[in-house]
């Protein structure tokens, strides 16, 4: 069976660094940095006071009938993940033009993926119980359809009328690159025309906040925000979380095509694997780092020394960054020299279950604009002789390079890894 080819057409965006795909790329360019101190609650008792949130989001501005009250109460009525799934997809679907006329929807499918789904949700749900206790139990009608994590998906499908293939995923911080791949496979098997793919997150909430303080996995440097995503720098105490929605239009090629839809990029191949080694650390030799990117090199049909540009997991752990590091040395031998590295989480935190689509569009984007974002914050180099600084880590500032072909890393709690490759269209 010949595999169809599947390219990019449509990029949508709602992050810390931006509210669409132009500034989002562009403060990515510019190192920008997302994060600042909380506002969602007030995290004054908790260990960190800071975050990388979606800035002045406003529901109503992406609802088709701002005006129609009912339309914009629905919308709000959804958790704020499945919000930023929704927004993020009515930019990427326009941007594709995928609901013009022709287009048959029984063949354009969604996955989209969340790594918690709705936190918020069930947060509130179980502070008003915990209120209203001696009454008996007191629940909204809403709360399971709100909370459960496949929803954004069955949202997005309900509103376009999307009938192929629909399903959320859980992979923990792997889970939108694996949303991503699953869409890539089911377009090349020929199982859907086009899909709609990507992941949303929103779990700055005391929960998750308090939950990550209690694992000691994220950053408490409060008193430089900003400086606190600092990957592959000795002085890294830990991820700053983020949260947002990402979404991106796969297309199958001869589609695309027939009816003029602009491309991108390509999608040329994906690769899963797993540490199975430690429930939230991750390998410390990099295996499966090493074997993610190994298979998903071979099923894109090239060689390492094809690879212009790794966006790095790069989350600003101890232990995470070195054993990447040391994976991707392993991987690309020599060409880790002469290829460039960069971990965009510096800017955007670690967006959970959307990081994996987050770090896609940012290789579909340096593939057509032939420029790599950097790693910022970088100050002082870890003396682990695992972290070779002759590989380039583009610290600092993006760097304008031929990029022909990039590959993203995703790793998850679980000891899930996936890595997707994307290459510059060419006919």
Wanted: with cysteine; charged share 20%; hydrophobic share 40%.
């Amino acid at each position: 069976m010949e595999l169809k080819r599947v390219v990019v057409t449509g990029l949508g965006a709602i992050t810390p660094i931006g509210l669409d795909v132009e500034t989002t790329w562009k403060n990515a360019l510019d190192g920008v940095s997302g994060a600042g101190p909380i506002t969602h609650f007030d995290s004054s008792l908790f260990k960190t006071h800071f975050a990388c949130e979606v800035k002045d989001f406003d529901p109503v501005k992406f609802v088709d009938n701002p005006d129609d009250r009912r339309e914009v109460k629905d919308f709000k009525r959804n958790d704020l993940y499945t919000q930023y799934a929704m927004a993020a997809a009515k930019q990427a679907v326009e941007d594709a033009n995928l609901l013009e006329e022709g287009i048959d929807r029984n063949e354009v499918g969604v996955v989209f993926a969340s790594g918690i789904g709705g936190l918020h949700t069930f947060e509130d749900q179980a502070g008003y119980y915990a209120k209203h206790e001696a009454d008996g139990p007191k629940y909204s009608p809403f709360f399971i359809p709100t909370m459960i994590a496949d929803i954004a998906a069955g949202q997005i499908s309900i509103k376009y009328g999307f009938r192929g293939p629909n399903y959320g995923i859980v992979s923990a911080c792997a889970t939108s690159t694996n949303a991503l791949i699953d869409a890539f496979n089911l377009i090349r098997l020929g199982k859907a025309v086009a899909m709609v793919t990507g992941g949303s997150e929103a779990s700055i909430f005391p929960a998750g906040v308090g939950g990550f303080n209690a694992m000691k996995a994220i950053s408490t440097r409060n008193d430089e925000p900003e400086k606190a995503s600092r990957p592959f720098s000795a002085s890294r105490d830990g991820f700053v979380m983020g949260e947002g929605g990402v979404c991106l239009i796969f297309e199958e090629l001869e589609h695309a095509l027939a009816r003029g839809a602009k491309i991108y990029a390509e999608v040329i191949g994906g690769g899963m694997s797993a540490d199975a080694y430690h429930i939230t650390a991750s390998h410390p030799e990099g295996l499966g780092a090493r074997l993610v990117m190994q298979r998903a090199i071979d099923d894109a049909g090239i060689t390492p020394e094809d690879v212009d540009y790794v966006n790095v997991h790069g989350t600003s752990t101890p232990v995470g960054d070195t054993s990447e590091a040391q994976a991707i040395a392993d991987v690309f031998g020599k060409h880790a020299y002469d290829m460039n590295i960069s971990s965009t989480k510096s800017m955007t935190g670690h967006m959970l279950g959307a990081t994996g689509a987050m770090e896609a569009l940012f290789c579909v984007k340096a593939c057509q604009d032939d420029i790599v974002p950097p790693t910022i914050n970088h100050e002082d180099d870890d003396k682990d002789e695992n972290i070779d600084y002759n590989m380039n880590f583009t610290f600092g500032k993006a760097q304008k390079r031929v990029v022909n072909v990039a590959l993203s890393n995703t790793f998850g709690f679980g000891g899930h890894n996936a890595s997707i490759i994307v290459k510059k269209f060419n006919s």
